[in-house]
């Protein structure tokens, strides 16, 4: 069964910190792996895209790396904001099927 | 301003009505998507099309109820058969079918549906 899991389920971080969120996929076969940010009550919006060859995708303060062999893919977020407090959600495409998505991470950043 | 809309923002049913989410997009997108968020839970596929006048059902399209007849409009119908419809619901569409490409795929701003 093809699946994504996102640690940690929440965390809570100081303004201008930096932070670290993973997400571990088993799918089959892989297309791409994209990063999205939820805020409350609103849809999601892409952070980024990444297909099998590469490695690192950056977004302004998010960089997001992906290692094909391990299934394992991580979100940095440098030098947070306050408006950095979201859910992030990790979202494996499969090829021919409809998207995988993981429950998402919830990122509180505090002054 | 091309995006993705959705209406209403909220909206109230009584049990045993039928009840229906506007999805309207001017990207000229060909896919569109419905998805339904419950707290804790990963979006989870409802219905969705790859071009107009087609749709597929996705992973829980029980008591729900699509059309296609526009490329810019996709609205779900939550029916009474549904068993329990209170959740966020959220449209998206993409260029192309994500299933076969990496293109990115636009949300719009959720429907909150409670059934009361």
């Known amino acids: 069964k093809n699946q994504v899991e996102q640690s940690p389920q929440s965390l809570i971080i100081l303004e201008g910190k930096n932070c670290t969120l993973q997400?571990?996929?088993?799918?089959?076969?892989?297309?791409?792996l994209r990063w999205y940010k939820q805020d409350t009550g609103r849809g999601p919006v892409s952070l980024t895209i990444?297909?099998?060859?590469?490695n690192t995708k950056s977004n302004g303060r998010y960089t997001a790396t992906l290692d094909a062999d391990t299934k394992q893919s991580s979100l940095h977020i440098t030098a947070s904001q306050l408006s950095d407090s979201a859910s992030y959600i990790c979202?494996?495409?499969?090829?021919?099927?409809?998207?995988?998505f993981g429950k998402g991470t919830r990122l509180s950043v505090i002054a | 301003d091309g995006g993705i809309t959705q209406s209403p923002k909220y909206l109230f049913r009584k049990e045993g009505q039928n009840v229906t989410l506007s999805c309207e997009q001017n990207?000229?997108?060909?896919?569109m998507y419905w998805y339904r968020q419950d707290p804790g839970q990963g979006l989870r596929l409802i219905y969705y099309?790859?071009?107009?006048?087609?749709?597929q059902k996705g992973d829980i399209a029980e008591g729900y109820s699509v059309s296609r007849e526009k490329k810019e409009s996709f609205p779900l119908t939550v029916t009474s058969a549904q068993k329990n419809p209170t959740a966020f619901y959220l449209c998206?569409?993409?260029?192309?079918?994500?299933?076969?490409?990496?293109?990115?795929?636009?949300f719009g701003p959720g429907t909150r549906l409670t059934v009361l």
């Open positions: 998206a569409s993409s260029i192309g079918w994500q299933g076969r490409t990496t293109d990115t795929q636009y």
């Open positions: 997400c571990n996929y088993t799918v089959s076969p892989f297309s791409n």
């Open positions: 990444m297909t099998f060859s590469e």
């Open positions: 979202v494996v495409s499969v090829r021919d099927t409809p998207l995988v």
């Open positions: 990207l000229n997108h060909d896919a």
């Open positions: 099309s790859q071009i107009v006048n087609d749709f």
